[in-house]
């Protein structure tokens, strides 16, 4: 603290002898790649209960330094936050610029605007940021910014990442409570660079956390977010002692509960007769299942996915008469709509609150709304439990959006009690495409016809690219979908099948010639009849790939092709069946003759949603045989 003092006081004066700073040429050895380095990244929070009421200020502090002459395409920053549940203040920002003498000269950047920190996916919302660009920045420059936080809401406080994906040499994260202040802390990933210590006096508690050299996090596009990854420590405030008493706030699961209950608990009490004639009109004489159906779709196919992050709109559903006049919602208008639907209709349904797979905690270890960033309706069916997303038009009733896949649902029963279910994650049988070919040879080289046949989420993802495009881009989709073989490939007569129904497959019918595709050599010809091939450029490079593989969803995908045995000609070689069965993946082909043609079947599956490091080797032994089998060739000899 006393060399921090010193520096502030050297800084306002204008210079500091660059000794008392960072070694540039010694971080250049230590990090010759990087663009940036995080010196210090620092967060102290003091906790104070004034006249009854709660108050949280954290003091932030961050200091980077660049790395190369490329700096000033990192000189922007900005500083987020919600107007609603958050308070900024005392922002200064300044660049330490070098002198090549060992001096640096501080340079104040007064131009900082607030600006709407909006996301392309959402409507509305009260995020802004403090937005700023570092001034003269160059080789050797240090950027800094400070700032004090007000936070407004105590469900809302407390978390912290050590890791980025920039090194950091220092990180400190502090938080001081008074004795009538009730507070625990949880600890998530590798702490081992991370030291810990604990401080008491009568009046208050001081928790410290700090890491040393903390090496990046490699960002990888496949791979699953960064908290996955950074150690990190989450801090719940339990209680505090207000005017009247004990006041919680959070300490477990319910009460994380009451307080989402208490938030959405007068919404949607009283719907409106325009919305029960609606429903009327859905569910009259059909069955609880297609009642289910036609009230899911409905809102599916009518409401249009809009996102608001308006305050505590960000959390209370809008009621679902509004939500039906309106024709827009986010994710908890949507899910109190189908509830609130379903409920009329006689169906009892619930408002359930759950986490996307970016977040990788579990309620009971994580009590507070950082475990979940989404909202959906499920319904108990028959002793199994149904999640139904309404933000994902062509989803199928009884399958699981890939988003949530494996995550827990907090399930309201009633206002008091509550169930965490598992959400399942979907065999690899249900997501699936199937490649139906009939193959002729020709005097120039192939011509065939072909059916595709898509289920599950391989279908939503299908149809969610198609109704997305504009009529030029779905034709270029399809072209691509039914292209193989080689760029010679022409595709025609294309023709959908069941892209606007639920619960069936929907089906790509086409016709298409690949020119050249045959060789013959004297009175042999030689086709390779593995036309698709899956996966072939799916080789993980093992030296830069560092952490998890991250899939959509559990798949299948098959090719099924007949090739015609050509006129005057016999089958002088065919490929032995081959195949690889791992514990996660594996593929088949085998080869048969039937009659006058030559059935060829590729099946490849996947079945993880994480692939682990220590399972790479064995994916790309897979990919490597699976090639090898790909240029096997079927000859025909004439007779």
């Not at 497959?505 to 899956?534: G, H, Q, S, W």
């Not at 002088?572 to 085998?590: R, T």
């Amino acid at each position: 603290m006393r060399k921090l003092i010193v520096l502030i006081l050297l800084l306002e004066a204008g210079f500091v002898n660059g000794q008392s700073l960072y070694d540039y040429e010694a971080l250049k050895k230590t990090y010759p790649s990087e663009d940036v380095v995080v010196l210090n990244k620092k967060e102290e929070v003091k906790l104070e209960v004034i006249k009854g009421k709660i108050e949280i200020e954290s003091t932030h502090y961050f200091e980077v330094m660049f790395m190369n002459d490329g700096a000033p395409r990192f000189a922007k920053n900005a500083v987020g936050y919600s107007e609603y549940f958050q308070d900024i203040f005392n922002l200064e920002v300044y660049s330490l610029l070098p002198d090549g003498a060992g001096n640096y000269k501080k340079i104040e950047v007064k131009n900082i605007k607030t600006t709407d920190n909006r996301s392309n996916s959402v409507f509305f919302d009260d995020q802004k940021q403090k937005e700023f660009v570092f001034e003269g920045v160059k080789k050797g420059a240090i950027g800094v910014y400070t700032y004090k936080e007000k936070i407004k809401d105590p469900h809302l406080f407390g978390s912290f990442l050590f890791k980025q994906y920039i090194p950091i040499l220092n990180a400190e994260y502090s938080v001081s409570v008074p004795a009538e202040v009730t507070l625990t802390y949880k600890t998530f990933g590798d702490q081992s660079l991370v030291s810990f210590s604990e401080k008491k006096s009568r009046s208050r508690t001081q928790y410290s956390w700090k890491g040393k050299n903390l090496p990046k996090v490699p960002y990888e596009a496949d791979a699953p977010s960064l908290q996955y990854y950074a150690p990190q420590v989450l801090t719940l405030i339990n209680s505090y002692q207000g005017k009247d008493g004990k006041v919680e706030v959070l300490k477990d699961v319910h009460q994380l509960y009451n307080w989402y209950v208490g938030l959405i608990k007068d919404v949607n009490q009283k719907p409106g007769d325009e919305l029960k004639t609606l429903v009327d009109s859905l569910v009259k004489g059909k069955s609880e299942l297609d009642k289910i159906k036609s009230i899911y779709y409905w809102v599916q196919d009518n409401i249009k996915y809009i996102a608001f992050e308006d305050g505590l709109g960000g959390f209370v559903p809008r009621e679902a008469t509004s939500v039906v006049n309106k024709r827009f919602g986010d994710c908890k208008d949507m899910a109190g709509t189908i509830t609130t639907m379903l409920n009329v209709a006689g169906i009892k349904a619930h408002p359930t609150w759950i986490g996307t797979r970016d977040i990788p905690f579990r309620y009971e270890e994580n009590p507070s709304p950082r475990t979940d960033n989404h909202m959906i309706s499920s319904i108990n069916y028959k002793g199994k439990w149904y999640f139904l997303d309404g933000t994902n038009t062509w989803l199928d009733f009884g399958i699981s959006a890939e988003a949530i896949q494996g995550k827990e649902a907090l399930i309201m029963i009633d206002q008091d009690n509550y169930e965490i279910v598992q959400v399942p994650v979907e065999d690899k049988k249900v997501n699936y495409e199937k490649d139906s070919i009939n193959l002729k040879l020709t005097p120039t080289g192939v011509s065939g016809k072909g059916k595709i046949e898509f289920g599950g989420l391989k279908k939503t993802d299908i149809l969610n690219h198609y109704f997305r495009s504009t009529d030029k881009e779905r034709l270029d989709y399809l072209q691509t979908l039914c292209s193989k073989g080689s760029n010679k490939c022409k595709v025609a007569n294309i023709n959908t099948g069941n892209f606007n129904k639920r619960d069936i497959p929907a089906v790509v019918n086409y016709d298409f010639t690949i020119d050249d595709y045959v060789r013959t050599i004297d009175n042999e010809i030689m086709i390779n009849p593995c036309l698709n091939k899956r996966l072939s450029k799916g080789m993980i490079d093992m030296e830069n790939k560092k952490l998890d593989y991250e899939e959509d969803y559990h798949f299948i995908s098959q090719q099924v092709l007949s090739i015609e045995i050509p006129k005057d000609y016999m089958i002088s070689y065919l490929p032995g069946n081959a195949s690889l069965k791992k514990e996660l993946f594996g593929y088949n082909i085998s080869y048969a003759v039937s009659g006058e043609s030559v059935k060829v079947v590729i099946d490849i599956n996947v079945d993880y949603l994480l692939l682990k490091p220590e399972k790479f080797g064995e994916w790309n032994e897979m990919i490597s045989t699976l090639n090898e089998s790909y240029n096997e060739l079927i000859t025909f000899k004439k007779i």
